[in-house]
């Protein structure tokens, strides 16, 4: 606090800057950056998409029950939006849910949850209802990401028609800017 002729004249802290959601949902603007990579105009464009159509019902297929309530799943939630997970290759890092379930983890509240506070809720979820193997298991794989590993990724064909589709869309971003 200063005093200039008998004004007191408080200085406050600027505010902080409020966790803007521009960093709190920095990891669907990477996904989106990723799903540019792979040809994609967005993360809507992906879910309407053949690669989101296969890898989903894939999913839903081999795991018909929501992991938290054992009702039928119908909706694939990313626990994380690495190319591999996007595109199936790590179909370990998805989880398919009810809608209720899926509802319950994105939203805290009427609040969009970022996805790490997402996937969060879903682990405390899944740690009450006892879910321990599939606990470690995710733990697992996603230690495996974070140490590289992307051997299967290289091998796959998936990844190379993303690939070529990514290049293809350059292509056309190029011929247009220039036409
Ligand atoms: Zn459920």
Redesign the pocket.
């Known amino acids: 606090m200063v005093i200039v002729g008998g004004w007191r004249l408080k200085y406050k802290k600027p505010p902080k800057p409020k966790k803007s959601d521009g960093k709190k949902f920095k990891e669907y603007r990477r996904r989106n950056d990723k799903l540019s990579q792979l040809g994609y105009a967005g993360y809507a464009e992906y879910l309407k998409g053949d690669d989101w159509k296969r890898v989903r019902e894939d999913k839903l297929r081999r795991f018909p029950q929501?992991?938290?309530?054992?009702?039928v799943?119908n909706q694939v939630h990313h626990l994380d939006y690495s190319h591999e997970v996007l595109l199936g290759l790590r179909p370990q890092l998805l989880v398919t849910?009810?809608?209720?379930?899926?509802e319950?983890i994105e939203f805290d509240g009427g609040e969009k949850r970022s996805l790490p506070e997402a996937n969060a809720e879903l682990r405390r979820l899944a740690h009450e209802a006892g879910l321990t193997r599939w606990l470690n298991m995710v733990k697992q794989h996603s230690a495996k990401r974070r140490s590289g590993k992307k051997a299967r990724a290289k091998s796959s064909p998936y990844l190379y028609a993303a690939a070529r589709r990514a290049a293809e869309y350059q292509e056309r971003i190029r011929r247009e800017a220039h036409g």
């Open positions: 929501c992991l938290l309530c054992e009702r799943a849910l009810c809608g209720d379930c899926h319950r």
